[in-house]
């Protein structure tokens, strides 16, 4: 008994140890200490050449969309972002020294910036795209914390995080970090362009592109192996960026830099959805990175190595109204009076160089939600003169909706029919209510 009890009694020690070291690894994971606040510098304190570099570096981030309310003041914050998880409210990054950053020092911001933690400590949402982040240089920090800190200073505190049950418990995202961040600086590759290298870059770094285009897990970090294969944006599918892409083939240097710069070229579809605001801020970027990010991206379409601009492939304009109609006369009537304007053949849209239906990507998809998407919210143009189509959700039925995608697809690809398209309407319309 007293040999049995003598076991016992190590055994609780161990177990107790383990305990204690567990939590102390646990609380060394977790803790990170607070960054002193400053007094809110003068935007005169900032070089005006590193402040107007630092405006284009945000354009390339697209920081103002995340950041910005719907009829909010820019970069103050409180937009909603939904997650799977959970809805976010963005944070106030103007200089305002209660609800923004104008206590941040460039050390607070740039440990935000890589690693996920505000100037107090707390852990930030990766819904802040850090794990691309990491990869952005000190002097693009410097010059974006210029551009910032040069802003209006706007008072408003973001609403409170409405996620999952104890999701909301911020040491939580330690682990997270843990798992997924991987904080690692950009090392470009001499046996490539500069403009390939520039343009990784951004692509990787600021840009974030595969914060969207790559799948993601049942924990929100992005697919290892599987950077750029597709993912899922606010409701819309983001095509995967890589040689798996079907329309591959049809884009090039050329194609992907009009898109980028303008939201839609005469080969392909406009931009929808969350690519929209990110067409509009490029548009204000400067040429050279826009054409490098194309570069980089083509790179990625076409793994095999060409010598000078590569062709796209030829594709003849197709357009089976006569079979279309048959199968789906009511909906051969509602495009004439409600699509016909802008695209169908030789419409005034068309002969403006702006894409045939069929040449849309989203069309010719397996999957229906793009072009289900497209109809229910619209398409905002990009800047004065991009594409735009207003929302059909509150003037078709489900079914009506359903039987116009059908017969779209029918006249204007060669690809089989959607299956359960009704219920596939139903179903995004409801996403897009809650």
């Known amino acids: 008994m007293k040999f049995s009890k003598r076991y016992l009694a190590i055994g609780a020690a161990f177990v107790s140890a383990a305990i204690v070291t567990g939590l102390g690894l646990a609380a060394w994971l977790v803790y990170e200490p607070p960054i002193a606040k400053i007094r809110r510098p003068s935007a005169s304190n900032f070089d005006r050449n590193l402040v107007v570099r630092g405006?284009?570096?945000?354009?390339?981030?697209?920081?103002?969309?995340?950041?910005?309310?719907?009829?909010g003041a820019p970069f103050a914050g409180a937009r909603a972002l939904p997650t799977p998880f959970g809805t976010l409210f963005s944070n106030n990054i103007t200089p305002d020294e209660k609800t923004g950053i104008g206590t941040w020092s460039l050390a607070a911001f740039s440990r935000a910036m890589r690693q996920g933690v505000a100037r107090d400590g707390s852990h930030l949402y990766p819904a802040l795209?850090?794990?691309?982040?990491?990869?952005?240089?000190?002097?693009d920090l410097e010059a974006i914390y210029a551009f910032l800190m040069t802003r209006q200073p706007v008072a408003r505190q973001a609403p409170e995080n409405q996620l999952l049950p104890g999701l909301g418990f911020r040491p939580l995202l330690a682990g997270w970090k843990l798992l997924f961040l991987r904080q690692t600086e950009f090392q470009p590759l001499a046996s490539e362009s500069a403009s390939w290298n520039r343009?990784?870059?951004?692509?990787?770094?600021l840009a974030h592109c595969g914060g969207c285009h790559t799948p993601r897990n049942l924990a929100g970090g992005e697919e290892s192996g599987r950077e750029f294969a597709g993912g899922v944006a606010e409701g819309w599918n983001a095509p995967a960026l890589d040689e798996t892409n079907p329309s591959a083939a049809r884009w090039n240097v050329a194609s992907l830099f009009a898109y980028l710069k303008r939201g839609s070229d005469s080969g392909?579809?406009?931009?929808?959805g969350p690519m929209g605001p990110v067409v509009e801020g490029l548009s204000r970027l400067n040429d050279a990175d826009v054409e490098a990010i194309a570069v980089y991206i083509d790179s990625r379409m076409h793994p095999a190595p060409i010598s000078g601009e590569r062709a796209v492939d030829a594709e003849p304009a197709m357009d089976n109204r006569s079979a279309a109609a048959a199968a789906h006369p009511d909906a051969d009537l509602l495009f004439d009076g409600a699509c016909s304007g802008c695209h169908a053949p030789r419409a005034p849209m068309n002969l403006n160089g702006r894409p045939l239906l069929s040449f849309t990507t989203d069309l010719k998809a397996d999957d229906p939600r793009n072009s289900v998407q497209a109809l229910l919210q619209g398409i905002a143009a990009p800047g004065e003169k991009g594409a735009y189509m207003p929302s059909f959700s509150g003037t078709v039925t489900d079914?009506?909706?359903?039987?116009?995608?059908?017969y779209a697809r029918a006249r204007f690809t060669d690809k089989p029919a959607w299956r359960d398209l009704e219920a596939t309407v139903a179903d995004i319309r409801k996403e897009n209510a809650e």
Request: net charge negative; glycine share 10%.
């Open 55 to 71: 405006e284009q570096l945000v354009t390339v981030g697209d920081c103002i969309v995340c950041h910005t309310a719907p009829n």
């Open 129 to 139: 795209p850090y794990e691309h982040f990491t990869h952005v240089s000190d002097e």
């Open 199 to 205: 343009g990784k870059y951004l692509v990787d770094g």
């Open 268 to 272: 392909h579809g406009a931009a929808g």
């Open 399 to 406: 079914r009506q909706l359903a039987d116009l995608l059908a």
